[in-house]
């Protein structure tokens, strides 16, 4: 192999993708396999993860196992983490991708139950599993976690109040879990700028009016999450931790 390559090379790791179905987490986990990892898909929508777990069999010839879990729901995390070391005997790198925005008319209307169920998948969930994930991976000598985050846990519009306050949860998680599992495990925060996935229906006059503050002026496409994503998975980024990489066509 090559410099770049060896550098990158993630053969026979696990790697743990959360929203791995589709989306950034379906881009993420493909990657990873075509890097060498075998890879677990968990998603609420488990007929969804058995297709993408064929996909990348059938692309990279690597190992996919797919898992139907809710993220927000406290007591399925441990199975998530039991099957996963059932399965392959460890876990190199846990990515906390599941994310959930729902559309509001307005702030006043948030019921109790939107807004505990956006801070459940997005910071609840990812504090579980990274505590569940985290203490095994530093028992056995080491490995990574990814917190997937949001250019709107620094920009937080009306539309998004629940979700922004939940990612900026998210980005205080990642510095005290990289203290809390260092030296072994290393925490870092992948913070995603908009991106075209199924799972946001753009309004096309506030997407052109908002990239026009970009530095690249146009949303990002989902594979363009893949070098980045790579980069914090793999011994790449050996002396980060605690960091953010931000991945949002320069937005400000």
């Known amino acids: 192999m090559g410099f770049a390559d060896d550098l990158f090379d993630l053969t026979d790791r696990v790697v743990l993708v959360t929203g791995g179905s589709k989306g950034l987490g379906r881009e993420m986990a493909l990657a990873a396999a075509r890097c060498g990892a075998d890879v677990v898909i968990a998603s609420r929508k488990s007929e969804a993860c058995q297709a993408v777990a064929k996909e990348i069999e059938s ?4 190992r996919a196992m797919p898992y139907g879990v809710h993220v927000g729901r406290w007591d399925e995390l441990p199975g998530l983490v039991d099957a996963v070391y059932d399965r392959f005997g460890r876990l190199d790198a846990l990515v906390n991708n599941a994310g959930l925005s729902p559309v509001y008319d307005t ?3 948030v019921s109790e139950k939107l807004f505990d169920a956006v801070i459940g998948v997005n ?3 990812p ?5 569940l994930a985290g203490e095994r991976m530093a028992a056995a000598g080491g490995g990574v976690i990814v917190n997937v985050s949001s250019s709107g846990s620094l920009r937080p519009g009306p539309a998004i109040l629940p979700y922004a306050a939940a990612k900026a949860g998210l980005n205080a998680l990642t510095e005290g879990l990289a203290h809390t599992f260092g030296p072994s495990v290393r925490v870092n925060t992948l913070m995603a700028g908009p991106f075209a996935t199924a799972a946001h229906d753009w309004d096309p006059e506030q997407l052109a009016a908002g990239v026009r503050h970009h530095a690249l002026q146009r949303i990002g496409r989902p594979e363009e999450v893949v070098g980045a994503a790579l980069y914090l998975i793999s ?9 953010t990489v931000r991945i949002d066509g320069g937005m400000r």
């Not at 692309?59 to 690597?62: D, I, L, N, S």
């Not at 011994?235 to 960091?243: H, Q, V």
């Open 59 to 62: 692309a990279t010839g690597r």
């Open 107 to 109: 702030p006043a209307s």
């Open 123 to 125: 910071l609840k969930g």
């Open 127 to 131: 504090f579980r599993l990274a505590i």
């Open 235 to 243: 011994d790449a980024s050996a002396y980060a931790s605690a960091s």
